[in-house]
C-alpha cells in the first residue's frame, strides 16, 4: 500500500500537480518546489499571500548544496543532532521556483525523515514544498480528520497514508542560519 501510494504522489507531482500528504510533523500541503505554477496553485488553495514563505523538504541533506549557495558548516550538526523536526532558513536560495524563495533570498528547508515523504523525495529526485493543509490564518490541522474539506477537494491527490493516526504531532522548530554560522530560533 505504502508503494502504491508513492507512486500516485509520484505522478501528481511530475505532473504539476497538488498533494496532500502526512509529514514528518503535520499534514501538508505539497508540489514540486522547482516549479512555479505548481506553487501557484499551493498558495491558491490555501489562499495565502504570495510573499509569505514556504517549507522546502528534501531527503538528505547532501542535496542542501543543489538549492543553497553557502552552507555553514554548523547546519549539518544542527540537522544530525535535532531530536525533533528541524527547518532551517538558509539564505541566498537556488534552483528553486521564485515563488518559494523568499523576499530576501532566503529558503526554509527541512531534511525529512518520514516513512512517506523520505522515499516519495527519492522518487521524485527533486525538493518538494510543504505547507500546513490549512487555509491561511486558520489553525493547523493535528489530524487528518481536522483537515477543511475545502482543501481535500482542491488538492489533485490526497495520500491514503496514516489517515488514522493520532499521534500528536506539531509543526517543526524553525530557526534562522546565517552564512557565518549565528542562527536565531523563530518558532521554538
Known amino acids: 500500500m505504502l508503494r502504491d501510494e508513492i507512486n500516485k504522489a509520484f505522478e501528481v507531482l511530475k505532473s504539476g500537480g497538488v498533494i496532500l500528504y502526512p509529514t ?9 518546489a522547482t516549479n512555479p505554477e505548481a506553487v501557484d496553485k499551493v498558495l491558491k488553495i490555501k489562499n495565502r499571500p504570495a510573499e509569505k514563505s514556504l517549507i522546502v523538504l528534501l531527503d538528505v ?3 542542501l ?16 543532532y535535532a531530536e525533533n523536526p528541524l527547518t532551517i532558513i538558509f539564505s541566498d536560495a537556488k534552483n528553486l521556483a521564485q515563488n518559494v524563495i523568499n523576499a530576501d533570498g532566503s529558503v526554509g528547508i527541512r531534511i525529512v525523515k ?18 500546513s ?4 490564518g486558520q489553525p493547523s490541522p493535528k489530524f487528518f480528520d481536522d483537515i477543511d474539506s475545502e482543501i481535500i477537494n482542491a488538492v489533485d491527490y490526497v495520500v491514503d497514508f496514516e489517515q488514522e493516526n493520532r ?12 552564512p557565518g554560522g549565528q542562527f536565531e530560533f523563530i518558532r521554538r
Not at 548544496?65 to 544530525?80: G, H, K, T
Request: overall charge negative; charged content about 25%; hydrophobic content about 35%.
Open 24 to 32: 514528518d510533523t503535520i499534514w501538508g500541503i505539497g508540489c514540486d
Open 61 to 63: 541533506d547532501s542535496k
Open 65 to 80: 548544496q543543489s538549492y543553497v549557495a553557502e552552507i555553514p558548516d554548523v547546519a549539518y550538526d544542527l540537522i544530525e
Open 114 to 131: 518520514h516513512d512517506f515523504c523520505t522515499p516519495l523525495i527519492q522518487r521524485f529526485r527533486k525538493p518538494i514544498v510543504s505547507t
Open 133 to 136: 493543509a490549512n487555509l491561511s
Open 167 to 178: 499521534t500528536s504531532r506539531k509543526p517543526s522548530t524553525i530557526m534562522k542560519l546565517s
